[in-house]
């Protein structure tokens, strides 16, 4: 469930050399498409609170 393994095994999947650190596959790619689109969501959510929060109002 952490970001790291996901994106190396996307980047594995769109065809990283082989040999590049940190990407290889340990999941599948669907699982890791979901993951970092979660993160990626999770983080602008909560970057879009913290902005509305803290300089808006």
Do not use: K, Q
Request: with cysteine.
């Amino acid at each position: 469930m952490l970001p790291g393994p996901n994106a190396g095994t996307l980047a594995a999947a769109f065809g990283a050399p082989a040999g590049t650190p940190g990407v290889e596959v340990v999941a599948g790619t669907g699982h890791a498409v979901v993951v970092v689109s979660a993160y990626l969501v999770a983080f602008c959510v909560l970057g879009g609170w913290l902005l509305h929060r803290r300089d808006i109002v």
